[in-house]
């Protein structure tokens, strides 16, 4: 297939990827975020395959903020469009929009990527493996700078989480979207019930890996503004696995 410069996939909205409410849960749409940039990725002849066999390195999501204009619904179909920034020495930036069958922005999402070497782990420069993209899309899902999450008060352990089988994918590491289920987790249904997820961001910082014990921890103190900070220690090494910031709103 030749290049593109935008990619887009229709999805239905299938059973096991819904919640109790039959919305679509946040970690299933961070799921389909990782299929629609894989898929991209191969179509730029930059896929899984050929990153772990022509040059010894992973893909890793280091970023991501998504906003929610509405959840879409069990059985719903919604089409998802992905297109990449120009790399800097570092990072790949890549940006999602997700539409209902009218064309309707139900999400929106601004996320960065980076490589590590297969064996040490490491980060790898971006002109290890980019060859050039087809023109690229100027236009940004949402205009915003991430990275500079901080706890504004005092953080209180919610619950601890051990990294299992059923967490992990293809990289042996704990999956960007099972991170989502930690933090959505550490609230109970009651809460489910009357909040929805408006806005989230999430910075990944270290792997998390089976048998790892996860730590999370939650700052209150900007409730009043619907936002919820939280953050995620492994305690094997008091090595901080995430942060996250999230918005939230009354249904």
């Not at 990275?147 to 089988?165: D, F």
Request: hydrophobic fraction near 35%.
């Amino acid at each position: 297939m030749k290049p593109v410069s935008l990619y887009s996939k229709d999805y239905k909205v299938d059973v096991n990827h819904v919640d109790f409410n039959g919305s679509l849960k946040l970690s299933s749409l961070f799921a389909y975020f990782q299929d629609i940039a894989g898929l991209h990725a191969e179509n730029l002849g930059m896929g899984m395959k050929t990153l772990y066999e022509e040059h010894g390195v992973l893909w890793v999501l280091a970023r991501i903020r998504v906003d929610i204009v509405r959840y879409p619904l069990w059985k719903e179909e919604i089409t998802i469009e992905t297109w990449p920034q120009e790399p800097n020495k570092i990072e790949f930036a890549r940006d999602f929009l997700v539409k209902d069958a009218k064309g309707n922005i139900l999400a929106k999402a601004v996320s960065t990527w980076v490589i590590i070497d297969v064996i040490n782990r490491r980060l790898r420069k971006t002109e290890s493996i980019y060859t050039g993209y087809p023109p690229t899309l100027k236009e940004r899902a949402i205009d915003c700078r991430m990275g500079s999450l901080k706890p504004e008060g005092q953080l209180e352990l919610v619950y601890e989480r051990t990294v299992r089988y059923s967490d992990i994918d293809v990289n042996e590491h704990l999956n960007n979207s099972k991170y989502v289920d930690f933090i959505m987790d550490s609230f109970n249904l009651e809460v489910h019930k009357k909040y929805r997820t408006k806005s989230i961001e999430v910075n990944y910082s270290n792997e998390a890996l089976p048998g790892d014990i996860i730590a999370i921890y939650k700052d209150k103190s900007q409730l009043n503004s619907n936002i919820i900070y939280m953050e995620g220690i492994n305690k094997k090494d008091n090595k901080l696995i995430f942060k996250t910031q999230i918005e939230i709103e009354k249904k």
